[in-house]
């Protein structure tokens, strides 16, 4: 489920980075509407429950950035057929859930959209297309003055910087650095290869950058 995000749309700053980093060492979680920058009338204000394209129902929040907010919902349209197809289901597959990120308000169109719509075009067979994160749908929301793009994806886990920081010594062995590395290049390459250039990789990341198990 955990691959490379494509492309970042936003500027990590010194502080903001700190604070990535200190949340991800355990030493406390960050709600950014506490923070002073904050604006409100930037964000889509998302309810639990909400459903969104009679499909996507909200269930938990799990992330925020400078130009997003990312929630975890319930596919009610898979579960649905699954459910259909099999009355006797008791468990659900992972495929039932997916990441919602919502894009502050804007009037432009999303460069990550095009970006995804344009990787998933040409078809490359070049090995790295599978540790790039592809998306599963992608919509807008329509509000007063702009739209907030929106792009669902699989979940993923933990990021590069929270899973060091879960370790006793806050390293990693060399076999997973080898590992890591070996997956970044090859989305990297990829990426170049298609004309697609990441603007900036870093620890806090993780969420869209690699899986780790």
């Not at 929630?71 to 006797?88: G, P």
Request: hydrophobic share 35%; proline share 3%.
């Amino acid at each position: 489920m955990k691959a490379f995000r494509v492309v970042r749309g936003q500027h990590i700053g010194k502080r903001h980075f700190a604070m990535c980093r200190a949340a991800g060492a355990g030493q406390g979680l960050v709600e950014e509407e506490t923070l002073s920058h904050y604006n409100p009338s930037q964000y889509y204000p998302v309810h639990i429950d909400q459903t969104f394209c009679s499909r996507y129902k909200i269930a938990a929040k799990v992330g925020f950035g400078g130009s997003s907010t990312v929630w975890l919902c319930e596919d009610v349209v898979y579960v649905s057929k699954r459910h259909s197809a099999d009355r006797q289901l008791t468990t659900r597959s992972d495929k039932s859930f997916k990441t919602i990120k919502i894009g502050i308000r804007g009037t432009s169109e999303s460069q990550e959209v095009k970006v995804l719509e344009y990787l998933k075009s040409i078809n490359s067979p070049h090995e790295g297309r599978y540790c790039v994160r592809r998306a599963c749908d992608s919509f807008e929301i329509q509000v007063p003055g702009g739209r907030h793009h929106c792009i669902v994806y699989e979940p993923l886990g933990l990021s590069l910087l929270d899973y060091v920081g879960r370790q006793q010594n806050r390293t990693l062995n060399a076999g997973l650095v080898k590992w890591t590395m070996t997956y970044l290049l090859k989305a990297v390459d990829y990426l170049h290869t298609s004309g697609v250039v990441h603007t900036g990789i870093h620890g806090d990341q993780g969420p869209v950058i690699v899986c780790l198990y």
